[in-house]
């Protein structure tokens, strides 16, 4: 598997994942999906969903560390910014051979180009929010994201995926 073909899965996951409505109501309950999930697996790490500026649901699983939280903020002030997801910003500098800091200007200490950041997009609305996780390798925060929304969607049968 390429970048280019994990890009264009990204891509095609990002188009899929818009909702009709999104409320603070939808936002626990993706919440609460996700670290239901995580749970099960025993994963450590911390999940957040911001809509329409305010953070709407927030948890750490045992194990999880402070420093998760500043990364689940620079993902997400990247994915507020461009409305893409962080793993494929991630993988665009890359092949690009690029940082965010020539590309764009933008300080690493507030903007992180790493997986685990999706937008939240409502249909005729565009980008209200984003749902990101941190702790586990890059590839798998991304995942386990798109897992959720496409739960919470009713899409996973027809999702395409990352291995």
């Known amino acids: 598997m390429t970048t280019q073909n ?15 409505r999104f409320d603070l109501a939808r936002a626990w309950s993706l ?8 749970s099960a697996r025993s994963h450590v790490l911390a999940i957040d969903v911001h809509i329409n500026g305010m953070q709407a649901f927030f948890t750490s699983l045992p194990g999880g560390k402070p420093d998760f939280e500043h990364w689940i ?17 991630g993988l665009d500098l890359a092949q690009q051979q690029a940082t965010l800091e020539s590309k764009w200007g933008l300080p690493v200490a507030n903007f992180a180009p790493h997986g ?6 409502v249909s005729g609305v565009g980008c209200i929010g984003a749902v990101t996780i941190s702790g586990l390798p890059q590839r798998e925060d991304h995942n ?6 496409a739960l919470e969607r009713g899409v996973w049968d027809d999702i395409p995926k990352l291995p």
């Open 6 to 20: 994990d890009l264009e899965i990204i891509a095609s996951q990002e188009k899929l994942l818009e909702f009709d």
């Open 31 to 38: 919440g609460s999906r996700l670290r239901d999930i995580a």
């Open 73 to 89: 903020r620079r993902k997400r002030n990247l994915v507020l910014r461009f409305h893409r997801s962080s793993y494929a910003i």
């Open 116 to 121: 685990g950041c999706i937008p939240i997009r």
């Open 144 to 149: 386990l994201a798109v897992e959720g929304l």
